[in-house]
């Protein structure tokens, strides 16, 4: 193998502050190698990888250093036609944001053709042929409906896919992947990790992998750096960093990954109160498709409530029927003992002034045009509240709480990072004085020190403020450690529900279980030895009469194809399978505790 990019010796400077954000770095990538590139929010990882395709900010330039690819340096500026050659072609990227990567008004498949057609010599019928193809090796399953979607269309996840699919098609040897995988499920995860490693094998492609989950490039990597602050803290062979490293500041990034793997301790019956919002038998279609099936829970007073499975599987449409943003085909939903009218319009809005949301992307949640302060300002104007002292006074004690430095009120969201963002989200939800919280993927894209400042202030808030909150995500680590119940949904059903830590730690359904061993590939548990993704792919397709997990379900009996599953409940725990079904525990002797069948 041969060194295919070499940088040394790397500066970069904004030259309006005259700010180093890239401090002498130097590494080397190999053909077929895959490099990690780990660090907190700002430590430069993204502008270094950014530098090699010559896509430097504005302002932002090399004040010394050395770009090498195969040989000839390619540190910018470029020629334009050296640039067209490289920037798609020889070195691909893949971003972390897929929906303002992918041209809105433009067909799936005319962007992936697109692409196809500027860096191959193919006509129009085998740049279709090899979209297709493309679009089933990043894991997605109707391809040609796919096609003629448009990106608004597809979830979070299948957007990722999707851009993955065009980085691939000018047949990179190096892969540039910034983050690729923060928005997406553990199961799609693991597809789109075994798909970088056989991409690296098989065509020879090498990778950059920048993420902040250590256990990612744990479980990917063959290499890893180390960033801090635009230095390189610490360079070498994966094992060697992640089980014996000598930097203090490793070990504190692998200590607060491990803390949040930590398996929560499930609460105890003393600890149950008062139901505050009930969801029964909620269903719900978009274009006489649904997407819900008769959801039923129960959300107490207090209660961290967590909700996990894939993409598209319907958690965050249930989430806004909650929020009363959509109403429901079939079902009810209950605040404190009432039934809520959705005709009702003053019914609607007192009960979504107890109700406030936090989402993924607070760039578009907040107003690019205003300050911090006029953001939240906003929020206590429409909560009633118009004298500029109290307001003031408001603002201040709100940001103390969230941690946020006063001065940053009259920033602008373009001038704060990620987790000061969502430091502003988390205020503007609490200025409204909710009772219940949801939470929609809010630290997606965050390094592992926010996260867990992130999670350490929304479990204080919860207790100082008396909140009850909905979490989803699809990091089962955190959303396990923040909530006291974990409920799973897949493909509009929920499948199980049950107490956070009994349920993390001896899952009953089957594809509770997979979920589970598709995120134990990425977690830091001490083993060195890295283990291969296993990935349950769906074989068939459930039919409409029988259980929809039937298609990739290894238990799966006859019974399966023909029924649909009720719920079964046992000491607290749901699940949502005809191994647990009463006339199955008839048959077990007098007094036997339920434990998983699987």
């Not at 548990?525 to 997990?549: D, H, L, M």
Request: proline content about 3%.
């Amino acid at each position: 193998m041969g060194k295919l990019l070499v940088v040394d010796h790397l500066t970069i400077t904004y030259t309006r502050r005259q700010q180093e954000v890239v401090k002498d770095c130097s590494f080397e990538l190999e053909s077929q190698e895959i490099l990690g590139i780990v660090g907190e929010s700002g430590s430069g990882k993204s502008t270094m990888a950014m530098a090699i395709l010559g896509f430097l900010k504005k302002g932002a330039v090399i004040s010394s250093g050395q770009i090498r690819y195969c040989g000839e340096d390619i540190t910018p500026p470029l020629t334009d036609v050296k640039r067209r050659k490289l920037r798609g072609g020889e070195i691909a990227v893949i971003m972390q944001n897929a929906m303002s990567c992918l041209d809105p008004l433009m067909k799936i498949g005319r962007q992936i053709m697109e692409s196809l057609r500027l860096h191959t010599d193919c006509t129009r019928q085998e740049a279709k042929e090899k979209a297709e193809e493309l679009l089933d090796m990043v894991g997605i399953r109707d391809v040609s409906a796919c096609m003629n979607r448009y990106p608004f269309e597809c979830s979070g996840g299948m957007q990722q896919r999707i851009c993955i699919a065009i980085a691939l098609a000018g047949n990179p040897k190096v892969l540039i992947a910034d983050e690729p995988t923060t928005a997406l499920d553990v199961t799609v995860q693991a597809q789109i990790l075994n798909l970088l490693r056989r991409l690296s094998k098989d065509l020879g492609i090498a990778v950059i992998m920048i993420s902040h989950d250590l256990g990612v490039v744990g479980a990917l990597c063959n290499r890893l750096l180390v960033m801090r602050e635009g230095s390189i803290v610490e360079q070498g062979r994966v094992s060697d960093i992640l089980y014996h490293s000598s930097e203090t500041y490793t070990k504190m990034l692998i200590q607060t990954r491990k803390n949040l793997e930590q398996i929560p301790q499930a609460a105890s019956e003393a600890d149950k109160k008062d139901i505050l919002l009930h969801a029964k038998n909620v269903c719900k279609e978009f274009r006489q498709k649904k997407v819900l099936h008769s959801i039923t829970i129960a959300i107490q007073k207090n209660q961290s409530y967590g909700l996990v499975g894939e993409s598209g599987c319907g958690k965050s449409t249930f989430a806004r029927v909650l929020a009363g943003l959509y109403r429901p085909e079939q079902g009810e939903v209950y605040w404190k003992g009432r039934e809520m009218n959705w005709k009702s319009r003053k019914q609607r809005i007192d009960y979504r002034k107890k109700i406030q949301m936090i989402f993924q992307n607070p760039y578009q949640a907040l107003n690019p045009t205003m300050t911090v302060y006029e953001n939240l300002q906003e929020a206590l104007m429409a909560a009633g509240i118009s004298d500029e002292k109290e307001i003031a006074e408001q603002l201040r004690r709100i940001l103390d709480e969230v941690g946020l430095e006063e001065q940053r009120k009259q920033d602008y969201p373009q001038q704060l990072s990620g987790g000061q963002l969502q430091r502003v989200m988390i205020a503007r939800a609490l200025l409204m004085n909710p009772e219940f919280l949801i939470c929609d993927e809010p630290f997606s894209g965050l390094d592992i020190q926010t996260q867990e400042q992130l999670v350490h202030l929304l479990c204080k808030m919860k207790e100082k403020e008396q909140l009850s909150m909905l979490f989803i995500g699809h990091d089962l680590s955190i959303v396990g450690h923040i909530s006291d119940m974990l409920g799973v949904i897949y493909d509009g059903w929920l499948v199980e529900e049950g107490p956070s830590g009994e349920l993390m730690e001896e899952p009953w359904h089957p594809y509770t279980k997979a979920l589970f061993m598709a995120a134990d590939r990425v977690r830091l548990n001490g083993s060195e030895k890295k283990r291969p993704f296993v990935i349950e792919e769906v074989t068939e397709q459930g039919g409409k009469a029988g259980c929809p997990y039937v298609g990739t379900c290894k238990y799966a009996k006859k019974r399966c194809f023909a029924e649909k599953p009720e719920i079964y409940e046992y000491q607290g725990h749901k699940v949502r399978c005809f191994l647990y079904a009463e006339e199955m525990n008839q048959v077990r002797d007098a007094g036997y505790t339920m434990r998983t069948q699987i």
